[in-house]
């Protein structure tokens, strides 16, 4: 596969076709270098080690036969030629036209390089946590450290400062269980971990074979292999690795999680590139899954989270800070309100 710096070119010969192309390439986190269509396509693009692959859609192949005999033969860049007029970006089927756009990207020039520096999240001052709520401190010991809450948070490029912050927010004795799938390395899970608790009340480690689901603990999703969830949240390395584009991937999390446990109360989508979630959140939504996600404002990068917005399920849209608020009024409104709601 070409190098690393994912540089692509887009050739359509409709203009929103062509752009709705390049925003999704660059929603990925390629490069598009140039957007043209073919009558003006200029020759420097041609030359050798210029682009790592074109994206060609033409409506009229028959039209620019001339055309893509002259490409083939002066280009050294391979030709992903697209199989269909792009939908829009709010038509429910955009999440899988994109997913299978971003795997066929994956397959010609490799992921996009992403890299998180864990070393300059911030050390000191983290957020004052929010109060404990009374209602909290008051739960038997069944309650304290079972699993009858789960929530998913998912995020990418800049995921890891807004969790910490979200993380560093929540109050002890939360009643609620987590499971991260954080697109990163795999080499530097541990650090994750490290990072993620460090000033925080929540415990974490990276889910491995028996892992289980805890209230008070977040278990980090890995990056080599899928995991699945047994129905008292015990958790099984299935030996493949995840499906699609993304490692670990948040849509393929989501649904292990509701159908393995049996249910997911909740999801939230922080910072990233990407539409990872966006399958799986709407279909959970519908069965009363509460989806919650990062404000564009607040992100470093926002078009995973605007994916996930995009698709109409989203209840909730805040900053870090503001999404633990919302979780610890909701959980102290369901405890108050006891095991019958």
Known sequence: MAAASGRVGVIADDTLQGHLLAGAIKGQGYRVVVNTDPEHLEARWLAEDALDLWVVDLSREDRWQPFLDHLLERTSAPLLFCDGQAPARTAEHYPRWERRLVTKLVGYIGAPAVEERLETLPRAPAPAPIPEPREFQALPDGERTGAGRV??????????????????????????????????????????????????????????????????????????????????????????????????????????????????????????????????????????????????????VSSQPDAVRETGCVAFNGTPEQLARQLVDRVRRQVAAGPAA
């Open 151 to 300: 929530w998913v948070l998912g995020a990418s490029l800049g995921g890891p400062a807004a969790v910490k912050q979200f993380l560093d927010c929540l109050p002890p004795h939360l009643p609620v269980a987590f499971i991260l799938a954080q697109h990163i390395d795999g080499g530097f899970l541990d650090t994750l971990c490290q990072v993620l608790c460090r000033d925080s009340q929540v415990t974490c480690r990276v889910a491995g074979d028996g892992s289980r689901l805890a209230h008070g603990h977040l278990l980090v999703a890995p990056v080599d292999q899928s995991i699945e969830f047994a129905a008292d949240g015990t958790v099984r390395r299935s030996g493949r690795g995840w499906e699609g584009p993304y490692a670990p991937c948040i849509d393929q999390v989501l649904h292990n999680v509701a159908d393995g446990f049996g249910h997911c109360d909740g999801a939230i989508l922080f910072s990233g590139m990407g539409n990872d979630g966006a399958i799986a959140a709407p279909r959970l939504a519908a069965g009363g899954t509460q989806v919650w996600a990062q404000t564009a404002d607040s992100c470093a």
